[in-house]
C-alpha cells in the first residue's frame, strides 16, 4: 500500500497559501485549522505565503513537533519540502512523500516523483519540514 494514501490532500485555496495546504497535509490536520494558526503568526499570509520561520510558528502553535531537515532523503523523506526555482526568485511549498511530490498548486493535486518535477520546473528542494513523532 502507498503511504500517501494515509493523507488527505489539500490543494490551494488562495494566491499563497501552498504552505497551508501542504502543511494541513503533513500535519493531518484540517486546512481551516491550519489557516487561523498561520493567520495569527502572520499578517500577510494571503499575499506573501509563509516563511520557514514562519511554519516552524504555526506547527508549535498546532502543537506539532517538527524540524527542519536541509538534506533531506527525498526517496524516504516525508515533509512540506520548500523548492526554488532556477529561473525565478518564487519559492514553493509542496508535499514529500517518499520520493514523491504532490504540488498543492493543482486541483486535482498533482503528483510525480521528485526528479520529474525538478526537471519540468527547472527547481530544487532546499528544505524539509518534518513531523517527529
Known amino acids: 500500500m502507498m503511504p500517501h494514501a494515509f493523507f488527505h490532500l489539500y490543494s490551494k485555496r488562495g494566491k499563497s497559501d501552498c504552505a497551508i495546504a ?8 484540517d486546512y481551516e ?23 516552524s510558528t504555526i506547527a508549535r502553535r498546532l502543537k506539532v513537533k517538527t524540524k527542519w531537515k536541509h538534506n533531506p532523503d527525498f526517496e524516504e523523506d516525508i515533509g512540506v519540502l520548500m523548492i526554488d526555482y532556477n529561473d525565478s526568485s518564487k519559492c514553493h511549498a509542496v508535499v514529500l512523500i517518499e520520493g514523491w511530490i504532490f504540488d498543492p498548486e493543482h486541483n486535482p493535486i498533482m503528483a510525480c516523483r521528485f526528479d520529474e518535477y525538478y526537471r519540468a520546473h527547472n527547481a530544487y528542494g532546499t528544505a524539509l519540514l518534518e513531523v517527529i513523532e
Do not use: P
Request: proline share 0%; glycine share 4%; hydrophobic share 50%.
Open 33 to 55: 485549522e491550519v489557516l487561523i494558526a498561520a493567520s495569527r503568526a502572520s499578517s500577510t499570509v494571503w499575499r506573501m505565503g509563509l516563511s520557514c520561520k514562519d511554519m
Open 22 to 29: 501542504s502543511m494541513a497535509t503533513i500535519f493531518r490536520r
